[in-house]
């Protein structure tokens, strides 16, 4: 049986210095593709880390290898641009799932929940945290909590 290992990523909503970032995603996300039978990268779609993790996955799923890996956004709710733009966010991730526990509550909140889905999910947890404060922080926060394994790319 296929044996799946699943990370999870958390940061920042605005990223100064996104090569470097980038630069340092790539680098993790390669290593785990080689090192692993095969790997889901759960991502959000809630800022500048997000879109930097998407970018990272599938420049290294194009560049390096790209048959044992997935890139999966987790919505918190269905959105209007969800809705209006299906194909395209179908052919952009490999999958797309919307949080069954997340919906009918208030936005903020939604995304809270699902980003506890995500680390309950999760092997790893890959986040990029400057400063110990907002919604990314209280989902790696959770995750230490959890005893989840974590990598801060900020201070590593």
Known sequence: MLEIYTVTFFGHRQIDNIIKVETLLEKQIRKLIDEKEYVDFLVGRNGDFDQCVSS????????????NSALILILPYTTAEYMNNKESFHSYYTDVEISRDASGVPPKTAIQIRNREMVDRADLIICYIEHEKGGAWQSVHYAMRQGKKIINLAKD
Not at 56 to 67: E, I, Y
């Open 56 to 67: 990272s996955v599938l420049r290294v799923r194009k560049n390096h290898r790209d048959d």
